[in-house]
């Protein structure tokens, strides 16, 4: 069974590909899949930190209509 992805997992991965990236002993055809999974990566942490900020306005939103 596969493990779902976490955000700060996929931050820790995309550090360690930033890495590998940036060793000028990367071949090209191992930098191409790197830069592939980073994008892959990249998209989701952008769709998880927009869900978060959905949540946020809907506490902040909910709160708001408590305090009147």
């Known amino acids: 069974m596969k493990k779902e992805m976490t955000f700060e997992a996929a931050g820790t991965e995309l550090d360690a590909i930033l890495a590998e ?29 927009q869900k978060a900020q959905i949540t946020i306005d809907e506490i902040d939103a909910k709160n708001a209509g408590k305090q009147e």
């Open 21 to 49: 990236l940036s060793d000028s002993e990367t071949p090209l055809d191992r930098s191409l899949v790197l830069y592939a999974r980073a994008a892959e990566l990249i998209a989701f942490c952008n769709e998880t930190l």
